[in-house]
Nanobody
Framework: QVRLTESGGGSVQTGGSLKLSCAASGYSGCMGWFRQAPGKEREGVAAICEGEWYCDSAKGRFTIGRDRAKNTMYLQMRRLNADDTAMYFC?????????????????WGQGTQVAISS
């Protein structure tokens, strides 16, 4: 029943930066960022509980953060390239298992589109 709303997506040039936000309603548990490109599976990007957890796709270019007062999670993305083009989803209600596995999360936002152009 957690409601998640992503924002901040858009179109940026290769090498640029973008900051995504996910507003969560009435939730204080772990949250995560996932992305899905056309024809590919949804893959984990990063997650945050008491600390931060980065999945392989982050590759040191992304930073996850959280503002509990605003009930908002962020994903600061830097040095973006074409491979980062995808729909980015916010996840909540982790049920155990891997934080980087989409199947281990039960609540999802509708996504925000990120497009990287050259």
């Amino acid at each position: 029943q957690v409601r998640l709303t992503e924002s901040g997506g858009g179109s940026v040039q290769t090498g640029g930066s973008l900051k995504l936000s996910c507003a969560a309603s009435g939730y204080s548990g772990c949250m995560g960022w996932f992305r899905q490109a056309p024809g590919k599976e949804r893959e984990g990007v990063a997650a945050i509980c008491e600390g931060e957890w980065y999945c392989d796709s982050a590759k040191g270019r992304f930073t996850i953060g959280r503002d509990r007062a605003k009930n908002t999670m962020y994903l600061q993305m830097r040095r973006l390239n074409a491979d980062d083009t995808a729909m980015y989803f916010c996840a909540a209600d982790h049920q155990g298992g891997s934080l980087c596995s989409a199947s281990d999360w039960n609540s999802w936002g509708q996504g925000t589109q990120v497009a990287i152009s050259s």
